[in-house]
């Protein structure tokens, strides 16, 4: 690999918000992708249930627009809902050409299924394996385009702003010139240069002990934003999927709530059905509502897991529907969903907050767009109505692309990128110590700053936190890079930035619920920003 990688556009991350943008801009110029594994490892390849959206003459965009606006409780910015669900048809139009196989019925029509909080059936998806189905096409067009060369095991390390260039920068200020890349497999660190750097990293979840979300889930592109100042906002919102196995000592599987949607029931370890009593809407409440009810429901009965029930229901169409869930259960568990209820618990799922953008992706430093999981659009407020999350990425990745392809880049004709200080000692004594410190980290954030919080936990979490940052800050300037290193060095930032967000909002408000504060106040009715 050459000293300095350049290309017009550099696109970290490759699920649907990165490849979107690519391939949107590839005929504008030359993109480089560059992926923290294998192409398809990302939090859309996970996603089960689908991509809402209003597609059938019954439904409409203001239905949609109240459903989200219900479910954020408050926060979510108006423009942004208005924006996203208005455009999503076209967007969805865009990735039925590219080759996404949605599931439809006999007549030919999409076969739209219904989930939490939303009004309508409006959920396009393919069988169980919607993200799975949206990766393979949009990778497929990838690989078919001869401007867009994708770098596989390979994680940006820190983004490059005029504090690392070298030259005459009188002109320039808060500017990203792209990002320190680390080669997994030869461990180097190579400048990647471009004229518009795009941050499409996903989620952080794995910064607790239970998450939905693949082992690439650290955050990297909040992280790394954070630390060039850039503008980062509501990351307090995390929300916990009702519904993951319960399989102790395996990764969490993800139990979509399309079960729910098709018909399924809660119920305890008693055999009863609970959610009735929290919440009017019962199984289909949004997923905050969901979530902390059987938080509660365990806690009162002392039980590791609830159950979600769907022997009352066909089995053979339970199996043709979700056929990848039936699949794993059955595999891994020697469990029959049609004959046998599914243990369950919440698990840390997707993050509402982010790299703060305008509708455009434009974050607060020039040159620099976050799309995708890794951005704060103000769409979910302080709940994310499901479904929303893959439209969201295609429509504002689309909206990226058209403000870059208008934009009139600027000259930095003299800039000049310093090599990574490759200096640095492996003392895996000491990092075999240090390493432990990512399962702390976890274990915290798992018990102080989950579904239910008060404020006495969470500064007991930022008293620990704090402790493992300044080791890990330590270790971090003598030794030599890994991508382990990056990593964790990650989840402690994110750790960090979702607990002082936490300490700031004395209120209970969708994901965000403490015992201290338990309603809303209307002076909490805006976004933390750090």
């Not at 801009?25 to 859309?44: L, R």
């Not at 200020?173 to 941050?199: K, M, S, W």
């Not at 439209?391 to 934009?407: C, F, I």
Request: overall charge neutral; aromatic content about 8%.
């Amino acid at each position: 690999m050459s000293a300095i990688v350049k290309s017009d556009y550099l696109v970290i991350g490759s699920g649907i918000a990165g490849l979107t943008f690519a391939l949107k801009v590839a005929e504008h110029g030359t993109v480089n992708i560059i992926t923290k594994k294998a192409a398809d490892i990302s939090n859309t390849s996970r996603a089960q249930g689908g991509i809402a959206s209003v597609t059938k003459p019954s439904d409409n965009v203001e239905k949609h627009i109240q459903d989200t606006l219900i479910a954020g409780a408050g926060l979510c910015h108006r423009d942004a809902v208005e924006m996203v669900l208005s455009e999503g048809p076209q967007r969805i139009k865009d990735l039925v050409e590219w080759g996404v196989h949605f599931t439809k019925t006999r007549s030919g029509e999409f076969d739209l299924a219904r989930e939490g909080g939303h009004s309508e059936n409006r959920i396009l998806h393919a069988a169980d394996m919607t993200g799975a189905e949206i990766q393979r096409a949009l990778l497929e067009q990838m690989r078919q385009h001869p401007n867009i060369k994708l770098f596989e095991n390979h994680m940006a390390v820190d983004l490059i702003t005029e504090h690392h260039v070298l030259g005459n920068l009188q002109s320039a200020f808060n500017i990203c010139f792209g990002a320190y890349v680390l080669c997994r497999e030869d461990n180097c660190v190579t400048p990647f240069q471009a004229n518009y750097t795009i941050i499409a990293t996903g989620g952080a979840s794995k910064v607790f002990l239970h998450a939905t979300n693949p082992d690439v889930a650290t955050g990297d592109g909040v992280a790394m934003a954070y630390r060039a100042g850039v503008r980062i906002a509501n990351m307090e919102f995390v929300q916990f999927h009702p519904t993951a196995l319960y399989n102790p000592g395996k990764p969490s599987f993800l139990i979509s709530e399309a079960l729910r949607g098709h018909g399924g029931r809660l119920i305890n370890g008693k055999g009863e059905r609970f959610m009735p009593e929290y919440d009017e809407r019962a199984e289909l409440a949004p997923r905050d509502i969901v979530a902390r009810a059987i938080d509660a429901e365990m806690k009162k009965n002392r039980e590791d897991c609830v159950f979600l029930d769907m022997t009352h229901l066909d089995g053979k169409e339970l199996k043709k529907r979700f056929p990848n869930i039936f699949k794993h259960c059955k595999e891994e568990m020697h469990l029959d969903i049609t004959k046998k209820p599914i243990p369950v618990v919440p698990a840390a799922h997707y993050f509402c907050g982010g790299i703060m953008t305008s509708l455009s992706g434009q974050t607060s430093m020039q040159n620099l767009f976050a799309v995708g999981e890794a951005a704060h659009t103000g769409l979910h407020g302080a709940n994310r109505l499901a479904s929303n999350s893959l439209l969201e990425a295609v429509v504002y990745s689309h909206n990226t692309a058209m403000k870059v392809m208008r934009k009139r880049s600027r000259n930095f004709g003299s800039v000049i990128i310093p090599p990574w200080d490759e200096t640095g000692i492996v003392d895996e004594q000491e990092w075999v110590l240090i390493k432990h410190n990512q399962k702390e980290i976890q274990n915290i954030m798992w018990d102080y700053v989950g579904i239910v919080r008060s404020e006495k936990q969470l500064n007991r979490a930022r008293r620990r936190l704090n402790l493992i940052y300044q080791e890990l800050e330590t270790y971090y300037k003598k030794a030599k890079i890994s991508a382990e290193l990056v990593e964790l060095r990650n989840l402690s930032a994110i750790a960090f930035l979702i607990v002082t967000s936490a300490l700031r909002r004395h209120e209970s408000r969708g994901l965000h619920y403490m015992t201290d504060y338990p309603d809303k106040n209307d002076k909490y009715l805006k976004d933390t920003i750090l």
